[in-house]
């Protein structure tokens, strides 16, 4: 019960990472509020909402923040404006994404909270120029998603500088796993894949597929911002979360396709203006020697929890027949 007795504010509560997070503070004796407008969150995410206070509103709205902060002594940011939206919207993007940090943080320095932990992404580095990639290495925003998660950043650090607010960042690297629902149309490559396959529909793939990335499984990501909110090594740092693991689109849809046993192959189409990141691999070793965090879900089995749970939400008949398929491609 690492929390217990804690009074913890989530942005972002009812989204993918967030509801998953939600759940096990909640499991760790946490006392928590979430803050979610419900854009592309859905309560039917957190399995403990009757344990929880959900407020329906904006991190954008500083009175609603600041009444939410005053009473937490944690506070973790993952509200976002996904890097999709951020695109077509980028006003939006810069109010929400760096605007509710801002809002969470200025806040924070008037009540003095124990921590604020800060959800960035590995989108700040761009296209690296060495790999695996470090903290310190050089940064470079190619979207305006990536640049609204790198000015919340720098919010984080200068709060931390010039006002003493306890913050901790942590640069995530594609996460997929529980609640990455394939029906939100900005979720991530593994559910689109997954559900591509399953309805006999081959995966699209944009570009020639040989990008890479670094699949982060999202129990592994929570371990990892729950540790970040604690550890005495976590103030002001910024940590990489990440598998430290590179796997191209290719072979990810080929290990998808043999789980769920779907025998095309996938059709290639033309890249987006957000697939703009060639190699991504991110080097964890800051994280594994200040925190003691270390991923210990593999992609193969990450993928396998993540094929059952979206075969648990179709039909019951279907369900059956498709379980034993993916149990089976072991
Ligand atoms: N999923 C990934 O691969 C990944 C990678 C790197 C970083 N991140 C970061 O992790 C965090 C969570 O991402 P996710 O994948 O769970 O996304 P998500 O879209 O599933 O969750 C975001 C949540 O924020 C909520 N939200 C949007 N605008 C809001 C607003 N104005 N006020 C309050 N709530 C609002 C949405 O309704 C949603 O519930 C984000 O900060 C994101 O930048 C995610």
Not at 153 to 158: H, K, L, S, V
Not at 174 to 180: A, K, L, M, R
Not at 235 to 241: A, K, T
């Amino acid at each position: 019960m690492r929390f217990k007795g804690k009074h913890v504010l989530v942005t972002g509560g009812a989204g993918f990472i967030g509801s998953n997070l939600t759940d096990a503070l909640v499991r760790e004796g946490a006392r928590v509020t979430v803050l979610d407008d419900l854009f592309t969150g859905n309560l039917d995410n957190i399995s403990c909402l009757s344990d929880i206070e959900f407020i329906n509103g904006s991190v954008t709205d500083f009175e609603l923040v600041d009444r939410l902060v005053m009473k937490s002594d944690i506070v973790f940011n993952l509200a976002v404006r996904n890097i999709i939206v951020s695109t077509v919207s980028p006003r939006l993007d810069f109010q929400v994404n760096t605007g509710g940090v801002f809002n969470v943080l200025q806040s924070a320095k008037k009540h003095g909270i124990e921590r604020v932990v800060y959800a960035s992404s590995a989108s700040v580095y761009g296209n690296p120029r060495y790999l695996p990639i470090n903290e310190d290495d050089r940064l470079s925003t190619l979207s305006p998603y990536a640049a609204s998660k790198l000015a919340g950043e720098n919010y984080c650090t200068a709060f931390h500088e010039s006002y003493d607010v306890p913050v901790v960042m942590l640069r995530y690297s594609n996460v997929y796993g529980i609640n990455q629902n394939p029906n939100n149309p900005y979720c991530g490559v593994i559910s689109k894949f997954f559900d591509n396959m399953l309805n006999k529909y081959p995966p699209s793939i944009h570009g020639d597929g040989e990008q890479t990335r670094d699949f982060t499984y999202v129990d592994d990501v929570v371990e990892a911002t729950m540790i970040a909110a604690q550890h005495p090594k976590g103030d002001g740092e910024i940590f990489n979360v990440a598998s430290g693991i590179e796997t191209s689109i290719n072979d990810l849809a080929a290990y998808i396709a043999k789980l769920v046993d779907y025998p095309l192959p996938a059709v290639y189409v033309d890249k987006r203006d957000i697939d703009n990141i060639r190699r991504r691999v991110l080097n964890i070793e800051k994280i594994r020697r200040s925190l003691r965090w270390t991923p210990t879900t593999n992609l193969r089995t990450g993928l396998k929890k993540t094929g059952e749970w979206l075969l648990g939400i179709r039909s019951s008949k279907t369900r059956e027949t498709r379980i034993v398929n993916v149990a089976q491609a072991g």
